[in-house]
């Protein structure tokens, strides 16, 4: 099946600065995708501004109108807009919508949105964490609407707990939403026993880690919480909120992952799509802010998704020499919540 790719230049137009979260993120995947050709494995999908009706689904008017009026600035301690930055949100948000169409549509297999700024910290009134608007939990809302659907499922491996995300759908049983985040760490949300309330008790499902974890830890995780939740609550589209600053490289973040353990949980994640829901698999970019690590781990991600064998994986592994934690008791606590024992 194809693999699908948004991209626009109008991603770069969201002018930052010196901030970590800047375009040269998006010019770097890009420029490694050319470099290893990779880029002509893959399917262009043209992106288009998100309606501020569909911007509604997630957003309050207020926040909506605030982002399109404030012209350029700070919004919060973390989050700054430059003139062009409303218009390069709302592609960013009509990306993933778009990539999700043509998922839907069967044009592609999957896909992958290379869009910013990213969303997973957005909620529904406040920009926050490098982020304007919720893309991901936008997308899922167009497509519960749009092709009448009754479960997707996100699966968010940034380094920090989506938030806006968690928010958006806490009380929505049709969204699975499910986390592996460093605990405690910015945003402060995330703990285990945050799992949903009233209908969607259950359809929240945080796996908060301690500093320090790998591949192994990923992978453990993956295997003995993510994968029994999404197979049990049997979505018929997975969304990825796909960050890559769980890469131990990565300055904003305190884990080990390497460019090898991203390619083996995309694997994973693949595999419950092929499993659960005709392959159907869109992600999106959130965080991940050592460029090398970031471009390389992008591009692990579409040569699984494409189904290559031969992952580069130019950094290795982890050189910190963290001692990895014990999550064995972490794990029994949370398969006890989530009835998973
Ligand atoms: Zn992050």
């Not at 494409?306 to 029994?332: F, M, V, Y």
Request: aromatic share 8%; proline share 5%.
């Amino acid at each position: 099946m194809k693999v699908g790719f948004v991209y626009d230049p109008i991603y770069l137009k969201h002018d930052t600065g010196q901030h970590v979260e800047n375009a040269g993120r998006l010019k770097a995947i890009i420029s490694h995708l050319e470099q290893t050709q990779l880029i002509r494995q893959l399917t262009p999908i043209k992106p288009r501004a998100a309606s501020v009706e569909e911007l509604s689904l997630v957003h309050h008017n207020s926040h909506i109108q605030e982002v399109a009026q404030k012209g350029s600035g700070w919004l919060d301690p973390d989050t700054v807009m430059s003139a062009d930055s409303y218009q390069a949100a709302l592609y960013a948000a009509g990306g993933i919508i778009e990539a999700s169409e043509a998922v839907m549509q069967g044009e592609v297999g999957s896909a992958f949105a290379l869009v910013r700024p990213p969303g997973h910290h957005a909620t529904a009134t406040r920009a926050m964490g490098f982020c304007l608007f919720n893309n991901v939990a936008i997308a899922a809302k167009y497509a519960l609407t749009k092709y009448n659907l009754e479960r997707i499922a996100i699966i968010d491996f940034d380094v920090h707990h989506g938030n806006g995300t968690q928010g958006s759908f806490y009380d929505n049983p049709q969204v699975l939403y499910t986390s592996t985040h460093e605990f405690p760490f910015y945003p402060g949300t995330g703990s285990l026993d945050e799992t949903g309330k009233g209908e969607a008790k259950g359809t929240t499902v945080n796996i908060p880690l301690p500093a320090g974890c790998g591949d192994t830890e990923y992978l453990e995780v993956f295997g003995e919480i993510m994968v029994p939740v999404v197979r049990r609550f049997r979505p018929q589209l997975i969304l990825v909120s796909a960050g890559y600053d769980t890469h131990w490289a990565d300055g904003l973040a305190m884990m080990q992952v390497s460019v090898t353990g991203f390619a083996q949980m995309v694997k994973i994640i693949k595999g419950l799509a092929d499993e659960l829901c005709s392959g159907r698999l869109v992600f999106t970019l959130e965080g991940g802010y050592n460029l090398t690590a970031l471009a390389a781990s992008v591009k692990a991600t579409f040569d699984v998704l494409l189904g290559n064998t031969n992952i580069e994986d130019p950094l290795g592994l982890s050189p910190r020499g963290l001692a990895a934690p014990n999550i064995t008791p972490l794990i029994k606590k949370i398969k006890e919540i989530h009835n998973l024992l």
